[in-house]
């Protein structure tokens, strides 16, 4: 993975809000988030039908979610755990994961922001999977098989934005 410098951009004040492609399903996060976390694994990419899946790791207390259908499937992560996706049931639009290992934990899909320029990755995860032209920020933290924990994750970003 080529590593490249960037001015990074600050967090957005909150709440930052988002939603549906749609507008059904409208949220906000009334609390600064843990990560924003580039996965690179075939399910990511898949499910965002693109080079890779960008997330935010917010407190599941801190999202506020307004209005709209949502429905639920179930896949399995690389890690062999069942992590519920919610979406739009209007829209299909893919919403959140809510990882069953961590009942607390709402993996956002950053996508789903109303502005979502700032959301470079501190992190990114299954490198091994990266596309040939992949690139990260210098500063990110790149890990292969995810081999490490969500809490280092959590300590990059915060020491990128303290």
């Not at 829209?91 to 959140?96: A, E, I, L, P």
Request: with cysteine.
């Amino acid at each position: 993975m080529k590593r490249i410098a960037l001015n990074r951009p600050p967090l957005p004040k909150l709440p930052m809000e988002g939603g549906c492609h749609c507008g059904a399903v409208r949220y906000g996060v009334t609390a600064r988030p843990m990560a924003v976390n580039a996965c690179h694994c075939d399910d990511c990419k898949r499910l965002a039908g693109g080079p890779f899946g960008l997330y935010l790791h917010v407190a599941k207390d801190a999202l506020q979610v307004s209005g709209g259908a949502r429905d639920v499937f179930t896949r399995t992560g690389g890690s062999g755990n069942a992590i519920p996706v919610e979406r739009c049931a209007v829209c299909g639009t893919r919403m959140w994961h809510l990882p069953a290992v961590a009942p607390d934990l709402v993996i956002l899909c950053a996508g789903t922001l109303d502005d979502s320029t700032w959301a470079v990755p501190t992190s990114h995860i299954f490198i091994e999977y990266a596309a040939a032209d992949a690139v990260a920020a210098e500063d990110a933290i790149a890990v292969e098989s995810f081999q490490t924990t969500r809490p280092a994750l959590w300590a990059r970003f915060s020491e990128i934005y303290p």
